[in-house]
């Protein structure tokens, strides 16, 4: 995350120093503004919000586990069987996330709390 950041901020800092001289200051105002834009409006609020999306989906999940334990219960086999798709593809969804958690750029954009949440049997 600190990574991409710095880099991010030398490419501003770049285009910044191209945008002064002579013969380059088009491209410098080019790349400022178009590093600038990614960084403030799409890598700064991803970072901030990859809390609060991971704290929802634990929330998602704990609700869906217990809607589908209170019917493992009760004994209705029929809405069981129903649920089942659901775990699969909440399970699908956890292992994405937990794939994308492992790769070099996206890991900065996903929760490392995701890697401790089991899959739902």
Do not use: C
């Not at 929330?59 to 809405?79: C, H, P, Q, W, Y």
């Amino acid at each position: 995350m600190i990574i991409t950041i710095v880099i991010l901020l030398a490419l501003i800092a770049f285009g910044f120093y191209l945008s002064t001289t002579d013969r380059y200051y088009i491209l410098g105002i080019f790349i400022t503004v178009i590093i600038g834009f990614f960084t403030f409006f799409f890598h700064i609020p991803a970072l901030l919000l990859n809390e609060y999306d991971y704290e929802k989906f634990v929330i998602k999940r704990d609700a869906f586990e217990s809607t589908l334990n209170e019917t493992r219960k009760g004994g209705r086999v029929l809405e069981a069987a129903a649920i089942i798709r659901e775990v699969s593809e909440w399970n699908i969804e956890l292992a994405e996330r937990k794939y994308n958690n492992t790769t070099l750029f996206l890991d900065q954009y996903v929760d490392d709390r995701i890697m401790d949440i089991k899959p739902i049997k």
